[in-house]
C-alpha cells in the first residue's frame, strides 16, 4: 500500500504562488499516475496535472495551463504542483494521487488511481 500525504496548502493572496507537496511512503515508480486533482465546495472533483509516468509525458487542465508545473523527486518520493497568479476560483481541496499499471492508462481519468490522500485546503481570497 502506498499512502500519500499532501502539504502546503493555506490562504494564497490572489496573484501569488502556490506550491504543494505531496510524500508516499513507498515508492510509487511501478506506477503509471501520479497527479493532482481538486474539488471545490458543490463543484466535482477535477483532474488538474497529472504525470504519465511510462511515456514520461504531463497533462494540464485548461483552467490552469500556462501557469502550473508538476514534478516529481523520486529519490525524495515527493511530488510537487506549483502554480502561479493565483485566482480565487483556485480556491479548493487539493489531492494527491497515484495509480495505475498500463502504459496505455489514461491519467486524466480518476479511475486510474489506486491511491488517494486526504487533501489539502487551498484558499484564495478574493
Known amino acids: 500500500q502506498v499512502q500519500l500525504v499532501e502539504s502546503g496548502g493555506g490562504s494564497v493572496q490572489a496573484g501569488e504562488f502556490l506550491r504543494l507537496s505531496c510524500s508516499a511512503s513507498?515508492?510509487?515508480?511501478?506506477?503509471?499516475?501520479m497527479g493532482w486533482f481538486r474539488q471545490a465546495p458543490g463543484k466535482e472533483r477535477e483532474g488538474v496535472a497529472m504525470?504519465?509516468?511510462?511515456?514520461?509525458?504531463?497533462y494540464f487542465a485548461d483552467s490552469v495551463k500556462g501557469r502550473c508545473t508538476i514534478y516529481q523527486d523520486r529519490a525524495k518520493k515527493t511530488l510537487y504542483l506549483q502554480m502561479t497568479n493565483m485566482k480565487p476560483e483556485d480556491t479548493a481541496i487539493y489531492y494527491c494521487a497515484a495509480g495505475g499499471q498500463s502504459f496505455y492508462s489514461d491519467c486524466r481519468s480518476e479511475t486510474e488511481y489506486n491511491y488517494w490522500g486526504q487533501g489539502t485546503q487551498v484558499t484564495v481570497p478574493s
Open positions: 504525470i504519465y509516468h511510462r511515456r514520461a509525458t504531463t
Open positions: 513507498a515508492s510509487t515508480g511501478d506506477l503509471s499516475c
